[in-house]
């Protein structure tokens, strides 16, 4: 009896081993090619594995039941796909991940921005229809944009209460400690790729803020695979928008290539006596080893334009015209406006992202900006 107790004791581990098994394939984007060093998760099991160059990846000593796959990285957070693991071995070939930039966004989705460059020298607002801080809560869309005319405040917290980065580095104005947009107005199309919390709520890049946190992510990597030319015809503070965007996608041997340029322009916004003169351009590049990703990303706006003044409802009442400006006049037969703002702070940054586990990575950041903002009257 003993002997056979023993028998048994021993064949007990290899009972065990038997309802385990491997889960294999390889990630590919919509259009087929490799996804390398993107971790591919079992969502609350804690089984993971990064992929290879070549896209491939392997997560062992999985329990036979039933899993839902998915992707960590922010341009494929919409990924998941039901699998079910009942042998030792579950190949799944390909796997197709769709980012979610491929999402199509309807007008009526996107919030209205409203752009002051410098506040706390000046009332007149800039409304920009835009997406640099668009974000699927629906509070913090209206709260943080469509309210923001009327100077409505999140929590009551002013912008020196959040965080904003960008790829992994805290991009804020030095001089005034604000997240400075309009720096990096015109490229919607490069900066979609974003994580947004409020308050303290744990963030991927950064411990929080009492006003909360919002992540940019603008490497080549993080950008879908497109060739994309648009034009938009507007009659608010410019009348024209054109843009010109590229990406290649993470190629065979790891590399990623991405620029963007946008051109907005008005001679006379829908406000009398102003005038706008915007052009962006983007440029990022990215490189994929076996558990390190280098990338060098660089974005600049230079904008000028003639602004409106800030007026209260006894004047509107008097000239009878809500759009009226008081900041414009005729000078030598020629429409001058006393308040010009002008800005142009290209932005570099540099970043190094080491997988050092499945469960541990390492991220670095070094940027760096120069340029000037003003405000001539």
């Known amino acids: 009896m003993s002997l056979r107790l023993l028998f048994l ?12 098994g491997k889960i294999t394939g390889q990630l590919t984007d919509d259009s087929g090619n490799a996804l390398p060093n993107v971790t591919v998760l079992l969502k609350g099991a804690g089984y993971s594995a990064t992929t290879s160059a070549e896209g491939g990846f392997e997560i062992i000593n999985v329990p036979f039941g039933d899993y839902t796959l998915m992707i960590d990285n922010p341009a494929f957070g919409s990924f998941s796909k039901s699998i079910s693991l009942n042998a030792a071995v579950l190949n799944l070939e390909k796997v197709s991940a ?38 699927r809560d629906v509070f913090a869309s209206a709260a943080n944009f469509n309210w923001s005319i009327a100077r409505f405040k999140a929590r009551g917290y002013d912008d020196v209460n959040s965080i904003t980065l960008m790829n992994g580095i805290e991009e804020s104005d030095l001089y005034n ?34 006003g909360g946190t919002s992540s940019i992510d603008s490497r080549a ?3 879908r695979k497109q060739l994309s030319a648009t034009y938009g ?26 620029a963007s340029i946008s051109r907005r322009w008005a001679n006379e916004g829908f406000v009398k006596g102003t005038y706008y003169d915007g052009f962006a351009y983007y440029a990022g590049i990215s490189k994929i080893t076996n558990k390190h990703e280098l990338s060098l990303t660089m974005l600049a706006s230079s904008v000028e334009s003639a602004r409106s ?17 008081s900041n414009w006049g ?33 991220t670095s950041a070094v940027s760096y900006t120069s340029g000037k903002r003003g405000q001539h009257r």
């Open 9 to 20: 004791i021993m064949l007990f581990p290899f009972a065990v081993a038997a309802q385990t």
């Open 177 to 210: 400690g604000r997240t400075a947009y309009s720096s990096w107005s015109g490229l919607n199309d490069v900066l979609r790729s974003r994580e947004n919390t409020r308050g303290l709520t744990p963030a991927n890049y950064s411990f929080g803020s009492v």
């Open 98 to 135: 769709e980012g979610e930039q491929t999402v199509q966004t309807t007008a009526d989705d996107l919030p209205v921005v409203s752009v002051d460059e410098e506040e706390s020298e000046s009332k007149s607002e800039q409304s920009v229809s835009s997406v640099l801080g668009a974000s």
């Open 233 to 258: 015809l507007s009659n608010r503070t410019y009348d024209n928008r054109f843009m010109l965007t590229y990406g290649s996608g993470i190629l065979n041997k790891g590399w990623a290539f991405s």
């Open 309 to 325: 003044s800030a007026n209260t409802q006894e004047v509107y009442d008097l000239t009878g015209d809500n759009y009226y400006n």
């Open 221 to 223: 990597t993080r950008q």
């Open 330 to 362: 005729y000078q030598g037969g020629k429409v001058r406006n006393s308040n010009i703002g002008t800005n142009y702070q290209p932005l570099y940054i540099f970043s190094h992202d080491w997988k050092i586990s499945n469960k541990s990575s390492l």
